[in-house]
């Protein structure tokens, strides 16, 4: 028999047993616990099993391979010969019976620290960042190797003894295998494994511990696609741009990386340039994550100077305004889009400061393409429905990226809350269970919409328990009846997020399978269901640009806090504009957390482009000079050909130069500054209210959920007796 054929590992008897089956002789299983079975390999071309071994290469010699496995407990070896030759999957079901068939958790906890023993050792020389798996709360090392024979073979270890019998685990059941059946095994398979009783926990929703299986997964099948791809002569697809931050400094991956990174380190003289002016005028500056990287890095340079400077999602812009005003600034900057500064001029002015100057930074419209959605006669079509009918109540939830215009014209025709993507969940399931047979209509992002409702269809397989946990209003049943009474507008889309497609996916499966993923709410399904599936594994996020921000500082932490080299691999699924406020976090955990202890930590920021995305800019093209980045197919730079910029171009209108003009205009020069002012609203709604009240509405009844966990009482009743704030 030669090597090649030698794929079966050493295992426990128990692994053959069969509790479910106990006429058949073949899985005869002891229902008292009882001490692990002794183990001897037949026929096997290594009997040295405690010789001294090799870590590379390990095709043949492992001490594992055995053409069959017998024990004291089962002398027939006919029955063991068929099930080493099984594949991985009905290895993999006998495995779940065996830790199932103990129904002493004490009992599952030796098992498996007894599939830690079976490993063969690990080489101390080969434990490094390129064979550490990611997302373990442990430290855990893999190495996988092409036979000659084309199976698969698996090294790991762990320092923890528990993981490490996670580990021995998934190697009994693929070491041996053929890329074929280890690529065809799905986190999903692995579910029932959660419930051996390490964690309290159901499907999907285990804890770090359980979430080995997965990540350990998905490290073995990344691997295998490349030496697969080796062994065919097939070139590596081409890796995504990315940033690596390190306490050393940062290097940028690709051109689309490299310019990013360019302004990271601003010019000093620019950053006291700006500095001087906003503190000798009182201008507090208020701007959107998604700026551009000139601008923001000089920003992010100049608030370590001037207080009065917030780096944000748009959820938090207009209370830092009011909180600047409330210190004495007597103008605001805004840098964002239009409805940005709509809504900080009206929080303002709610907030008794009318005094207070407010600026866009252009003298031309910044539009966003949800808005504009939002703005469109189809839009309002789509509210129809809801006002028109009578047998239920029904309640309109916004998103927050809408014009004040928008907020007001629908909070007339169906009573409306405001939502971010942080609280957009939160907000329709508290509405549900404080209306009685509502109906909620949210709008205008239709990937939002969709992903909202995947959600909700996710959680009716869920605990109530768990459903609790999210919710403590709700459970299954009450999921299930809701589900059919929320709407989502079908043809809103940002342009952004639209980038994170079906190509984008793709390319992520097969080579970031084992990173960490961030999505923004508002990416397409697709991207939705991937990072909701890395989430469930502790290795995603799913939510607004403040949650992304927060999840990854959470993780450089966590690495700090070992204390042990390792490298932090992070898809950007959003704007790439974030990359500058999540790069001025890590460097601050870097200098802060881990550089006098010794170990080194490495952050990978990974720009998920699309391979049809321009990565050129040209600084002479018509129009377009006046940008310092310039986005778009013709001639910018991160937009694909099949729709999407990972950079939004109406958020590179808000350039550095124009910040500048506005200070140095202010306050003597006001007249040439009219274009940019952010002015009220004296236009009125159809029933003859000012549209800066009637929009203000659902934003203040956003902050009041916010503040208390609960609908106002005026919306409820705008609700339960009227067709939108002027009745039916």
Known sequence: MDSAALTMRAVSSSFFSNPANPANPKFIHNRKPASPSIIRCVNSQNPHLNSPYHLKPISGTTPFSCSAVTSHHHPNTSGSDNLTAAPAKAKLQLLIQEFQSLTDPVERVKRLLHYAQLLPPFEDSSKSTDTRVPGCTAQVWLHVELDSGNKVRFLADSDSEITKGFCACLVTVLDGATPDEVLSLRTDDLVALNVVGLNERRVGYSSNRANT?????????????????????????????????SADGIEAKGSYAEAQARFLLPDEVKIQELVN?????????????????????????????????????????????VKMAESGCKYITVLGVDF?????????????????????????????????????????????????????????????????????????????????????????????????????????????????????????????????????????????????????????????????????????????????????????????????????????????????????KERVKGALDRNVDDHLQFVLGTESGMVTSIVSEVRKLLGSGGAHKGA?????????????????????????????????VASGEGCSLHGGCASCPYMKMNSLGSLLKVCRSLPHDKENLSAYEAGRFSLQTPSGKLIADVGCEPILHMRHFQATKRLPEKLIQQILHSGGINGR
């Open 213 to 245: 299986w997965h990540n350990v997964l998905m490290s073995m099948q990344k691997r295998i696609k490349c030496l697969v791809a080796e062994r065919e002569g097939r070139p590596r697809g081409e890796m995504f741009p990315s940033l690596i931050v």
């Open 277 to 321: 002016l906003l503190e000798e005028k009182k201008i507090g500056v208020v701007a959107h994550f998604y700026m551009d990287p000139e601008v923001q890095g000089v920003l992010t340079a100049a608030r370590k100077l001037w207080p009065h400077i917030h780096i944000s999602d748009s959820l938090v812009m207009a209370d830092s305004a």
């Open 340 to 552: 940005m500064s709509e809504n900080v001029r009206a929080i303002l002015d709610q907030a008794g400061y009318p005094e207070v100057g407010v600026y866009r930074m252009s003298d031309e419209r910044i539009g966003c393409s949800l808005a504009d959605a939002a703005a469109s006669p189809a839009y309002m079509d789509y509210l129809a429905a809801a006002s028109a009918s009578v047998s239920s109540p029904s309640l309109h939830v916004v998103y927050i990226n809408t014009s004040l215009e928008t907020k007001a014209y629908t909070h007339e025709v169906v009573p409306t809350i405001t939502c971010t993507s942080s609280n957009v969940v939160q907000t329709i399931l508290q509405a549900f269970s404080e209306v009685p047979n509502l109906n909620v209509f949210y709008g205008p992002d239709t990937y939002m919409g969709a992903n909202i409702m995947e959600l909700f269809r996710q959680m009716i397989v869920m605990s109530d328990e768990e459903i609790a946990n999210v919710h403590p209003k709700h459970d299954r049943n009450s999921i299930k009846s809701l589900i059919p009474r929320l709407h989502y507008f079908q043809d809103g889309t940002c342009i952004v997020h639209h980038l994170f497609g079906h190509e984008v996916v793709g390319k992520l499966n097969e080579m970031y399978c084992d990173a960490f993923l961030t999505a923004h709410f508002e990416v397409p399904g697709e991207m939705f269901s991937l990072a909701m599936e890395a989430k469930r594994r502790g290795m995603g996020v799913v939510g607004s640009t403040q949650n992304i921000l927060d999840f990854i």
């Open 600 to 632: 080194k930590v490495s952050v990978e920021i990974v720009f998920p482009v699309s391979s049809e995305s321009i990565t050129q800019t040209t600084s002479e093209t018509g129009d377009f000079s006046k940008f310092s980045v310039i986005p778009g």
